[in-house]
């Protein structure tokens, strides 16, 4: 009879899931991305080598032909250069893995997300299908994909894998769009093999779909690579993938929402959300050119990050590195003073939940997030007098305020209509100066 017990349980085995959005949205979540809260996201591929523009470089040059595009390759390069002359120019010499690794963990980092392949087209990684135009057969004649992969899993940080589902200038997607999408050669030659291969060769926590918008999800067969990811492949039970599976997927289907670029709710959501937002705010590829104007200081990206993690969502950071592989080290200056900031305010970060009040109304300064009773204020500017005034707490007579980065107990007192008035030291600490946001620690509050 146990046997027979034995059998009958197995019977109804692990959930399975459809090719349909009603089963896959149903998929809860992995735990790991929500408490992982901070990411890198790192934009690589031969758009480094012309450094100019965008990462967008080939479709502003060829596909909309405009001038200025023209101009910069004919003062730059020789005559009759294409986008393919590019590629053994992307030598990736400086490339040390480890070294990006270290970087990615001391700015805070819990996951990092790479572009295998952008809407170029290049491959990041051997592709098989991708001949002559993949990091292995011309350029680095590395597996980029594979060396960080290996580096960040040593040093126990996810690993995301960015593709786009389209190539501007492929000839057989180009045949399919012709069609109107009723025929899949691009799909079922390119795009899904790949997806697939990525998946078996690298297994990877994370998928960031993208390069969706042109098609429906009847040409690019999402549904069903989703439900072999989530049904059968070897990251079946860990892996999590974003929302950019079909021209209208994007914010109603998949995994978490990114929802639009540098994605800014302004209210908490319900449904898990990511925002990525980029160090250049003109560019997600490195631009040779950019001019520190042009750049995110250490405050606005503190307050990014808080306002999301305050709201239920993740930040993703992104970086470019040039051809050669370096991380410029102004990219590298603002991912430690992250770093440094989460070393001390972290607590209120990494597997925190939203609160009940996400914000103080009185103020954009101060935001709230909780972990178990603990709640935590964090606010971005020091307050006249040191006073710090939160409204939306209810002390009950336990109370006990402290702050981050800093010993001892602070004393507080109940608000004159409500809250808590709570009396910090004289000026940030020494220590915390020089920080773009402060955070206390409220444990007694409802």
């Not at 592709?127 to 993949?134: A, E, G, K």
Request: hydrophobic share 40%; aromatic share 14%.
């Amino acid at each position: 009879s146990r046997r027979a017990c034995t059998g009958a349980g197995n019977l109804a085995g692990p959930r399975r899931y459809r090719a349909d959005w009603a089963s896959l949205d149903a998929r809860p979540l992995p735990a790991w991305f929500d408490r992982a809260k901070v990411g890198v996201f790192v934009h690589w591929g031969v758009f480094a080598v012309p450094a100019w523009g965008s990462e967008w470089f080939w479709w502003h040059w060829r596909g909309e032909q405009r001038a200025d595009y023209e101009r910069f390759v004919r003062s730059r390069f020789p005559p009759a250069t294409t986008y393919a002359d590019f590629a053994p120019r992307f030598s990736a010499h400086d490339f040390q893995p480890r070294e990006w690794a270290r970087l990615f963990q001391r700015a805070g980092a819990r996951y990092v997300v790479l572009t295998a392949k952008h809407h170029e087209g290049f491959t990041n990684w051997g592709s098989p299908v991708s001949w002559s135009w993949n990091a292995v057969d011309t350029g680095p004649h590395r597996d980029l994909v594979g060396e960080l992969g290996q580096a960040l899993r040593e040093s126990n940080i996810s690993y995301g894998l960015y593709h786009s589902l389209l190539e501007w200038f492929n000839p057989l997607y180009l045949a399919d769009k012709e069609s109107g999408f009723k025929t899949q050669s691009f799909v079922l030659q390119k795009t899904m093999p790949e997806l697939y291969d990525l998946v078996l060769r690298y297994k990877p926590d994370l998928i960031w779909s993208d390069g969706d918008w042109e098609a429906p999800e009847s040409y690019w067969n999402s549904t069903s690579f989703l439900a072999w990811l989530y049904n059968d492949s070897p990251v079946k039970d860990t892996v999590v993938v974003n929302d950019r599976w079909c021209n209208n997927c994007s914010c109603h289907h998949g995994g978490y929402y990114n929802c639009a670029d540098k994605y800014k709710p302004g209210a908490l959501l319900t449904h898990k959300w990511e925002m990525c937002s980029s160090i250049d705010k003109l560019s997600w590829g490195y631009r040779s050119n950019m001019h520190i104007s042009e750049l995110m200081d250490e405050a606005s990206i503190i307050e990014e990050l808080v306002q999301t993690v305050s709201f239920g969502g993740n930040y993703l950071l992104n970086v470019g590195p040039t051809k050669e592989g370096v991380i410029v080290p102004i990219f590298q200056e603002r991912l430690l003073a992250l770093g440094r900031w989460l070393d001390t305010n972290g607590e209120a970060i990494y597997e925190s939940k939203p609160w009940r009040v996400q914000m103080e109304n009185s103020t954009d300064s101060v935001w709230y997030t909780s972990k178990g009773p603990a709640v935590y204020a964090i606010f971005l500017t020091w307050p006249r007098d040191s006073l710090l005034k939160l409204l939306s707490p209810v002390a009950s007579p336990s109370l006990q305020v402290t702050m981050l980065g800093l010993a001892g107990a602070l004393e507080w007192q109940k608000g004159p209509d409500k809250g808590v008035l709570i009396t910090l030291p004289c000026a940030p600490p020494s220590a915390l100066s020089a920080q773009p946001g402060w955070t206390v620690k409220l444990e007694g509050v409802e």
